[in-house]
């Protein structure tokens, strides 16, 4: 299944030839990606006005407690705005390295041509820090 974004993104025209094949599984690791750089806004008098998106994890402590609070709102970021991602859930890795202690894992499954198949994205990316 695509989202209306990814339909406009892949139409074929007629004087393109074939549309690109969509990959499901890069489609929903690009959705968590844009949920986690998405940041929700919230007007005056708390009035909520988009929830779409993930507050800074700078921003929420440097204790594990804070990274799962954190970890627990992504989830529920997941679920709510990621309906191809079946059985999410997290697990914090320990890296090593002392400006990046923890990465965050997003394990589930997507269907594929009709077959589950195993889901894994890190965040941050490998590729994002050093």
């Not at 025209?13 to 940041?39: K, L, N, T």
């Not at 806004?41 to 804070?66: L, Q, T």
């Not at 002392?98 to 965040?123: C, D, I, M, N």
């Amino acid at each position: 299944m695509q989202f209306l974004m990814e339909r406009l993104v892949n139409r074929s025209e007629p004087d393109m030839g074939r549309a690109p094949p969509f990959d499901p599984i890069a489609a929903v690791a690009a959705q968590i990606q844009r949920i986690v750089e998405g940041r929700p806004y919230v007007a005056a008098h708390g009035a909520r006005v988009c929830d779409f998106g993930m507050p800074p994890i700078v921003d929420s402590g440097i204790g594990f407690v804070d990274h799962e609070h954190y970890g627990a709102r992504l989830l529920a970021a997941i679920v709510r705005f990621e309906p191809r991602l079946r059985a999410p859930r997290l697990e914090w890795l320990v890296t090593g390295k002392s400006l990046r202690p923890y990465a965050l894992v997003v394990h589930g499954s997507v269907q594929v041509e009709g077959e589950p198949s195993t889901f894994r994205f890190e965040l941050p990316r490998p590729d994002d820090m050093a």
